[in-house]
C-alpha cells in the first residue's frame, strides 16, 4: 500500500485538452460518466461530444478548453476513487485553469458551481483578448531572473506589456503581452542564451495585466460562487502557499487573472511541507513531466487514461 500522507494531485491548464480527452474513462467508468453526463446539464450543450470528438478548433477555444479540462480532471479522480476508494492525497495543486479543478477535487467548491464559474472565466478571458489582443512564447534555457530582465528590456523598447506569465520548472518559463513586446522580447531572449523560443498558437495573454478587462466581471462572478475552506491544502499559483480561508480563495482566482503562475515555488512548498510523490490528472503528463527538473527525488505519475490508471491501481494496491 502506498503512503497517501505524502502525496499530491496535480491538474492542468490550457495545452493538455486534446480530442479523445476522458473517452475511455468515460467508458469504463459510471462514475466518470456521471460527472460528464452532468456537465452537458449544466452548460446545457454537449461538451462531453467535443471533449470526445472535436473539432479541434473548437475544443481549443478558450471558453470550451476550460470546462473540458476542467470536467475530464473531476472525472479522472471519480474513477480514481472507483477503485482506490481510501486514496485520500495530502496535498493538492493546479496549473492555472487546473487551480479550479484542485479546489473542486478538495471541496472547496461544489462541482456544478466550480463548472459555471471556469466557463465564465474562459468566456471573460475571450473577450479580454478581444479588447486587449496578446500573444505567449514559452522560454528554454533561461532562468526566472534573466527572463524578468527580457522582459523588463522589452517593455522599456516598445512602451508595450510583457510579463513572465509561467514559471513551470527551472529552465521553462512562459512570456506573455502585447505582440510587438512579446516578439521584441524573444529576439532578446535568444540574445541571452534561451536554447529555444517557441511563440505559442494562442491570441489570449494569460496572466498578464492584459487580462485587467476581465477582472471587474470575473470578481463579481467569484462573489456570486459559494466556496469553503477546502479539506486538503490547495496550494495557490499566485502565492504558492496553501489556501486555507473563503477569502483567500476569492482572492487567488481574482489575482491569477493578471498575475503569474508560481508553478515551481508551489510544487517546492509542497515538497517542504512533506510532499514526496505526484500524480497529475488530465489528458497528458505536462505536469508530471516537469516534476524531475523541479526536484528529482520527487515520483511525477501521470493518470491520463484507463490505461495508466489501471497499471497505478495495481502498483498501489
Same mark, same amino acid.
Given at each position: ?23 475511455? *474513462? ?16 449544466v452548460l446545457g450543450f454537449a461538451l ?84 486587449? +489582443? ?54 532578446l531572449a535568444k540574445d541571452a542564451g ?5 511563440? *505559442? ?7 498578464? +495585466? ?101 497499471a497505478f491501481v495495481t502498483e498501489n494496491?
Amino acid at each position: 500500500m502506498s503512503d497517501w500522507s505524502t502525496t499530491a494531485l496535480l491538474f492542468p491548464g490550457q495545452g493538455s485538452q486534446q480530442v479523445g480527452m476522458g473517452k475511455d *474513462l468515460y467508458e469504463a467508468y459510471p462514475a466518470a460518466r456521471e460527472i460528464f453526463q452532468q456537465a452537458d446539464e449544466v452548460l446545457g450543450f454537449a461538451l462531453t461530444k467535443l471533449c470526445f470528438e472535436g473539432p479541434e478548433s473548437d475544443l481549443n477555444d478558450t471558453l470550451n478548453t476550460q470546462p473540458a479540462l476542467y470536467v475530464t480532471g473531476i472525472a479522472t479522480l471519480r474513477a480514481l476513487h472507483s477503485e482506490l476508494p481510501a486514496a485520500a492525497p495530502e496535498f493538492m495543486a493546479g496549473h492555472s485553469l487546473g487551480e479550479f479543478t484542485a479546489l473542486a477535487a478538495a471541496g472547496a467548491v461544489a462541482f456544478d458551481d466550480g463548472l459555471r464559474l471556469v466557463r465564465e472565466r474562459g468566456r471573460l478571458m475571450k473577450e479580454a483578448g478581444t479588447i486587449s +489582443p496578446g500573444a505567449m512564447a514559452a522560454l528554454l534555457g533561461l532562468d526566472a531572473d534573466q527572463a524578468r530582465a527580457v522582459c523588463e528590456q522589452a517593455s522599456q523598447q516598445t512602451g508595450g506589456v510583457l510579463v513572465v506569465a509561467n514559471d513551470n520548472c527551472p529552465g521553462q518559463l512562459v512570456l506573455s503581452g502585447d505582440e510587438a513586446t512579446l516578439d521584441v522580447g524573444m529576439a532578446l531572449a535568444k540574445d541571452a542564451g534561451a536554447k529555444k523560443v517557441i511563440k *505559442l498558437a494562442v491570441s489570449i495573454a494569460s496572466h498578464s +495585466p492584459l487580462m485587467a478587462s476581465a477582472s471587474a466581471a470575473f470578481r463579481v462572478a467569484l462573489l456570486a460562487t459559494n466556496f469553503q475552506p477546502p479539506g486538503v491544502p490547495v496550494y495557490g499559483n499566485v502565492k504558492a502557499a496553501p489556501l486555507v480561508a473563503v477569502d483567500d480563495i476569492r482572492s487567488e482566482l481574482d489575482q491569477q487573472l493578471t498575475n503569474s503562475v508560481r508553478w515551481t515555488e508551489s510544487v517546492r512548498a509542497m515538497i517542504a511541507a512533506g510532499a514526496d510523490r505526484f500524480i497529475e490528472l488530465g489528458p497528458k503528463d505536462v505536469l508530471a513531466s516537469m516534476m524531475k527538473r523541479i526536484d528529482r527525488s520527487a515520483a511525477g505519475t501521470a493518470l491520463t487514461g484507463v490505461e495508466s490508471l489501471r497499471a497505478f491501481v495495481t502498483e498501489n494496491t
